[in-house]
């Protein structure tokens, strides 16, 4: 049997074809293999860590006190409740501090009960039922005070005590705007990072290319240092103003940064 020779030709061609096809797969695979268990988007990069803080003293003082009136009618408990709040107000406000700085934490009027309880044992006597008498209402304001004047935090602090008022307290010292100072414990933070970074890439050998992550803290505020605050106390208070160190306190910032490295 004769085959045509545009048969075997044609078969040739094939041949020829796949065989280039598969050279050009194997130079792929062998090519390929060098990145087994590499990332060949990943870049080199080192990661440096820098902490600042930045004292500062406090510039304002706080505390609350608030008080409790019962009556029979809600008119009668408010009329004694505004009786003792107006004449606290006014020593406030006469001790130099703004009507701004003087806010209202919370007011509520709350109906006011005596309860009959039954005897703990009252065998054989019938079984008896506890009952409650409305006596009255009870009005309770809470007030929060910020004084500016630092010198004066101890003295309005004791005359609002000796005025009927049933609790003051929480006497506390803070830093009004801890914007700023926070802005100052990150940039040394940055600096600190930096010059760890530069440290680390002599050490290495290696150049600094770029910055390509960031991350900041943003959340460590004024804590005190040292100082002293007042807890809750009653309303019998010396009348002699107590001194009362405000103390220091320390804004801190932590800041992480990836540096790409050649």
């Given at each position: 049997m004769n085959i045509p020779q545009k048969f075997w030709n044609a078969v040739v061609g094939a041949l020829g074809l796949l065989t280039i096809f598969l050279v050009i797969i194997s130079i792929k695979e062998i090519k390929s293999i060098k990145y087994v268990g590499t990332n060949?988007?990943?870049?080199n990069t080192i990661t440096v860590e820098g902490n600042g803080d930045v004292v500062a003293k406090p510039d304002i003082a706080t505390f609350y006190f608030s008080m409790t009136e019962t009556a029979k009618t809600v008119a009668d408990a408010q009329d004694l409740a505004a009786a003792k709040l107006n004449t606290a107000l006014k020593a406030i406000k006469d001790g130099g501090v703004a009507e701004n700085d003087i806010q209202t934490q919370s007011y509520s009027i709350n109906p006011h009960y005596e309860y009959d309880e039954c005897p703990i044992y009252n065998y054989p006597v019938p079984p008896c039922r506890s009952k409650s008498t409305l006596t009255g209402y009870e009005v309770?304001?809470?007030?929060l005070v910020k004084v500016r004047d630092l010198k004066k935090a101890g003295a309005l602090f004791t005359s609002i005590g000796s005025l009927g008022v049933q609790?003051?307290?929480n006497l506390s010292f803070s830093i009004d705007e801890p914007e700023a100072l926070q802005a100052q414990a990150r940039a040394e933070a940055i600096t600190k990072a930096e010059e760890k970074a530069k440290v680390l890439a002599k050490q290495l050998g290696v150049s600094l290319v770029r910055i390509i992550s960031f991350s900041?803290?943003?959340?460590?505020y004024p804590?005190?240092?040292y100082g002293m605050g007042g807890d809750m106390m009653s309303a019998k208070v010396s009348s002699v103003a107590p001194e009362i160190p405000a103390g220091e306190q320390k804004v801190t910032s932590s800041v992480s940064?990836?540096?790409?490295?050649?």
């Open positions: 060949p988007n990943m870049s309770s304001q809470s007030i609790n003051i307290g900041d803290s943003n959340g460590n804590r005190p240092i940064i990836t540096y790409e490295i050649k």
